[in-house]
């Protein structure tokens, strides 16, 4: 099992900034092999991947709209992954989950994009984008 858990999000004016965190905890997760993402849902729309990151090195997706305002990192001691994101939109605003996933299959360090590849969750944190 692998437990996940989000915490940063918060209320902010547009064009401000905020760091996510996710810390994975558990006997299923070799934390620097690994498929973490974020995804993030808004009231009444779909489900919308963020980044797609392989704890391994190497592979980060980010969605074209976030593109170039947002980054992530990581802490292999604290097995914590961290989404800054920076020049906040109000388009930006919804619940932000964090999402854990093995290595697409026949791969060694491709992840999958699709958000039911993923079997473990976080319980979401709220990030508002004010006008």
């Known amino acids: 099992q692998v437990q996940l858990v989000e915490s940063g999000g918060d209320t902010v004016q547009t064009g401000g900034s905020l760091t996510l965190s996710c810390a994975a905890s558990?006997?299923?997760?070799?934390?620097?092999?690994?498929?973490l993402a974020w995804f993030r849902q808004a009231p009444g729309r779909p489900r919308e991947r963020v980044v797609i990151?392989?704890?391994?090195?190497?592979?980060?997706w980010y969605a074209g709209s976030v593109q170039g305002r947002f980054t992530i990192s990581q802490n292999n001691d604290k097995n914590t992954i961290f989404l800054m994101m920076n020049s906040l939109k109000p388009s930006d605003t919804a619940i932000y989950s964090c999402?854990?996933?093995?290595?697409?299959?026949?791969?060694?360090?491709?992840?999958?994009?699709?958000?039911?590849?993923?079997?473990?969750w976080g319980q979401g944190t709220q990030v508002t984008v004010s006008e």
């Open positions: 999402a854990a996933g093995p290595v697409a299959n026949g791969t060694t360090d491709q992840c999958y994009a699709d958000d039911w590849r993923y079997s473990y």
């Open positions: 990151h392989y704890t391994g090195g190497g592979n980060t």
């Open positions: 558990g006997s299923g997760i070799t934390f620097s092999d690994y498929c």
